[in-house]
């Protein structure tokens, strides 16, 4: 847990310093003045409403203990401790937060009464709020709480830092001991997992790979990333708290596998998106996902403050408490078996603007390193919501850059952003057709277009599948860059949904000349890439009927 020093002085000279201090502002002499703050004392100092708190060993944000609190019926998991405070002074309030929405807040203060909250997070937060105590307060509630139905919080390291209030503190940390236990725990060609034994008083780690540090985690473990194939490399791990860093542990050597070898991906390849929340479809780990799936596109990455930049957090609430480690060994696993696994940025929702050379920059810098922090192969692109050609072209270009010739790239346009070569869309594919993987247009929620044949066709049908591919195959594309896009089920989307068989039809129209509807297109293309669906999830919520049908007939295509 985090603890500041307390520091004492002359009471004369705490008057003056204090004097000239704006309210709120943090003086020498502040302290936390909750006590058990980090609940290293299990529940001592607090109490939960119908025994609805345990002290837990994991997650922990510091040291080794942290607060979960589950709501059941009419009860929020209130948990709340007494702090003593000095009248008519300001306090910051502040935790620690993961899991199911959680409330922080304080009573009883004599003035206005506080509160914040968040809602689901699959990673540590911090909530904070201040607060001014009355003329004649001497004591507040704080207080920490979930919601009715909603899944358990964990909260740690709380404070109410401010004056004095002679109730006592928590004694303050002091360096801890350096770790023991490292030990490699996996390797892939280009990353080491470590993993090492919890340290009393710590509140976070440093990794260390030939002296210099690579990374900090509040856990026990890491994963050091961008590493060459075939390479051995030396780590250390030290300790952290607020009082410094412990002596470095033990070294431990982890070699790296070999790179991988063969193709990059099968001639005909199935690309299925996996969902990173839970919406009604199967809630799946990585490795439920079917093993039809060539391509497995992990939806979605979230927009950053920074323009262009993206982030990825994993919804380890929503998907059944799921862990970053689990989910980084399930990307190896995938690999192992062939499989490629990619980070997809948009979605209906996504918000991510690259619209600049500023914003092409950080896009590029952020996916890369995504990719050396997850280990994905790629990116795909499902900005549903405007692109600009110029500058994304920029973006991918960079990336493929920094990432090399093994990059996937992939895309996933709306039917009327490839309607016309002049579509900013359809020029990036083009832009880029020399690193582009595949684009899976979204035959679905689009009502009629046009064909390659000028003529009007309504969405469900054969020939819309096979005449709106037409204009990718006539338009510029090589056959091995265009897939078909569909939902794995009706509910994967509000319209457009064809049963397997139609999707057959349209591969065999398209590579073959045979199941063609009344649009028959002018010669076959052999080498077409394949089939996309979303969702994985929705094709494991209905039997997993899409991929056992389409996916042996993309793979058994000429």
Same mark, same amino acid.
């Given at each position: 847990?985090?603890?500041?020093?307390?520091?004492?002085?002359?009471?004369?000279?705490?008057?003056?310093?204090?004097?000239?201090?704006?309210?709120?502002?943090?003086?020498? $002499?502040?302290?936390?003045?909750?006590?058990? $703050?980090?609940?290293?004392?299990?529940?001592?100092?607090?109490?939960?409403?119908?025994?609805?708190?345990?002290?837990?060993?994991?997650?922990?944000?510091?040291?080794?203990?942290?607060?979960?609190?589950?709501?059941?019926?009419?009860?929020?998991?209130?948990?709340?401790?007494?702090?003593?405070?000095?009248?008519?002074?300001?306090?910051?309030?502040?935790?620690?937060? =993961?899991?199911?929405?959680?409330?922080?807040?304080?009573?009883?203060?004599?003035?206005?009464?506080?509160?914040?909250?968040?809602?689901?997070?699959?990673? !540590?937060?911090?909530?904070?709020?201040?607060?001014?105590?009355?003329?004649?307060?001497?004591?507040?509630?704080?207080?920490?709480?979930?919601?009715?139905?909603?899944?358990?919080?964990? $909260?740690?390291?709380?404070?109410?830092?401010?004056?004095?209030?002679?109730?006592?503190?928590?004694?303050?940390?002091?360096?801890?001991?350096?770790?023991?236990?490292?030990?490699?725990?996996?390797?892939?060609?280009?990353?080491?997992?470590?993993? !090492?034994?919890?340290?009393?008083?710590?509140?976070?780690?440093?990794?260390?790979?030939?002296?210099?540090?690579?990374?900090?985690?509040?856990?026990?473990?890491?994963?050091?990333?961008?590493?060459?194939?075939?390479?051995?490399?030396?780590?250390?791990?030290?300790?952290?708290?607020?009082?410094?860093?412990?002596?470095?542990?033990?070294?431990?050597?982890?070699?790296?596998?070999?790179?991988?070898?063969?193709?990059? &991906?099968?001639?005909?390849?199935?690309?299925?998106? !996996?969902?990173?929340?839970?919406?009604?479809?199967?809630?799946?780990?990585?490795?439920?996902?079917?093993?039809?799936?060539?391509?497995?596109?992990?939806?979605?990455?979230?927009?950053?403050?920074?323009?262009?930049?993206?982030? #990825? +957090?994993?919804?380890?609430?929503? &998907?059944?408490?799921?862990?970053?480690?689990?989910?980084? $060994?399930?990307?190896?696993?995938?690999?192992?078996?062939?499989?490629?696994?990619?980070?997809?940025?948009?979605?209906?929702?996504?918000?991510?603007?690259?619209?600049?050379?500023?914003?092409?920059? +950080?896009?590029?810098?952020?996916?890369?390193?995504?990719?050396?922090?997850?280990?994905?192969?790629?990116?795909?692109?499902?900005?549903?919501?405007?692109?600009?050609?110029?500058?994304?072209?920029?973006?991918?270009?960079?990336?493929?850059?920094?990432?090399?010739?093994?990059?996937?790239?992939?895309?996933?346009? =709306?039917?009327?952003?490839?309607?016309?070569?002049? +579509?900013?869309?359809?020029?990036?594919?083009?832009?880029?057709?020399?690193?582009?993987?595949?684009?899976?247009?979204?035959?679905?929620?689009?009502?009629?277009?046009?064909?390659?044949?000028?003529?009007?066709?309504?969405?469900?049908?054969?020939?819309?599948?096979?005449?709106?591919?037409?204009?990718?195959?006539?338009?510029?594309?090589?056959?091995?860059?265009?897939?078909?896009?569909?939902?794995?089920?009706?509910?994967?989307?509000?319209?457009?949904?064809?049963?397997?068989?139609?999707?057959?039809?349209?591969?065999?129209?398209?590579?073959?000349?045979?199941?063609?509807?009344? #649009?028959?297109?002018?010669?076959?293309?052999?080498? &077409?890439?394949?089939?996309?669906?979303?969702?994985? +999830? !929705?094709?494991?919520?209905?039997?997993?009927?899409?991929?056992?049908?389409?996916?042996?007939?993309?793979?058994? &295509?000429?």
């Amino acid at each position: 847990m985090s603890i500041r020093s307390r520091f004492r002085v002359g009471a004369v000279t705490a008057a003056l310093a204090l004097a000239f201090l704006p309210a709120g502002h943090a003086s020498a $002499a502040d302290v936390n003045n909750a006590k058990n $703050a980090g609940f290293e004392a299990g529940l001592s100092n607090w109490t939960c409403s119908a025994n609805s708190g345990t002290a837990v060993s994991s997650p922990v944000h510091g040291g080794a203990t942290a607060l979960r609190a589950t709501p059941a019926g009419q009860d929020n998991a209130r948990c709340t401790q007494a702090v003593a405070v000095k009248p008519n002074s300001t306090y910051t309030l502040s935790a620690w937060v =993961q899991g199911g929405y959680t409330y922080l807040g304080a009573t009883g203060t004599g003035t206005t009464d506080v509160s914040t909250w968040t809602p689901d997070s699959s990673s !540590w937060k911090q909530l904070s709020t201040t607060f001014t105590t009355g003329a004649s307060t001497t004591s507040v509630t704080v207080y920490t709480h979930g919601w009715y139905g909603q899944a358990a919080y964990y $909260a740690d390291d709380l404070s109410v830092y401010g004056p004095d209030g002679g109730g006592g503190t928590d004694p303050s940390p002091t360096v801890p001991a350096a770790p023991s236990g490292l030990a490699v725990s996996g390797t892939s060609s280009s990353s080491v997992s470590l993993a !090492w034994n919890t340290v009393s008083g710590a509140t976070g780690y440093h990794v260390y790979r030939g002296g210099t540090k690579v990374t900090a985690v509040t856990g026990t473990s890491a994963t050091v990333t961008g590493l060459a194939a075939s390479t051995s490399y030396s780590f250390q791990v030290t300790a952290t708290n607020a009082a410094g860093e412990s002596a470095k542990s033990g070294a431990v050597t982890g070699t790296t596998t070999a790179g991988p070898v063969g193709p990059a &991906l099968p001639k005909h390849a199935v690309t299925g998106y !996996w969902q990173n929340f839970n919406n009604g479809a199967a809630v799946q780990k990585l490795a439920d996902v079917q093993s039809q799936y060539d391509i497995i596109a992990v939806a979605f990455a979230d927009a950053t403050s920074t323009p262009g930049a993206v982030t #990825f +957090n994993l919804d380890s609430a929503g &998907l059944g408490g799921y862990t970053v480690d689990q989910f980084k $060994a399930d990307i190896r696993a995938k690999q192992a078996a062939g499989k490629k696994v990619i980070v997809s940025v948009g979605g209906e929702r996504g918000t991510v603007a690259v619209n600049d050379a500023a914003s092409a920059t +950080n896009f590029a810098n952020s996916v890369y390193a995504l990719m050396q922090e997850y280990g994905f192969d790629g990116v795909d692109i499902d900005l549903e919501n405007g692109l600009n050609a110029t500058y994304m072209t920029q973006a991918l270009r960079s990336l493929s850059a920094k990432a090399g010739s093994s990059l996937v790239i992939t895309m996933a346009p =709306q039917t009327i952003d490839m309607q016309s070569t002049s +579509n900013s869309y359809f020029r990036t594919a083009l832009n880029i057709k020399d690193i582009l993987t595949v684009v899976n247009m979204q035959y679905y929620n689009s009502g009629s277009m046009l064909g390659c044949d000028g003529k009007v066709y309504s969405q469900g049908s054969v020939d819309f599948l096979t005449a709106l591919a037409c204009i990718q195959l006539e338009g510029g594309l090589a056959p091995s860059q265009v897939g078909l896009g569909l939902p794995a089920s009706t509910r994967g989307a509000g319209s457009g949904y064809v049963a397997p068989s139609v999707v057959n039809s349209a591969l065999d129209c398209l590579t073959k000349g045979t199941g063609c509807g009344s #649009f028959k297109p002018s010669r076959t293309y052999p080498e &077409l890439r394949g089939a996309m669906t979303w969702s994985t +999830n !929705w094709d494991a919520t209905a039997g997993n009927a899409w991929s056992n049908a389409v996916g042996p007939h993309v793979h058994a &295509l000429p």
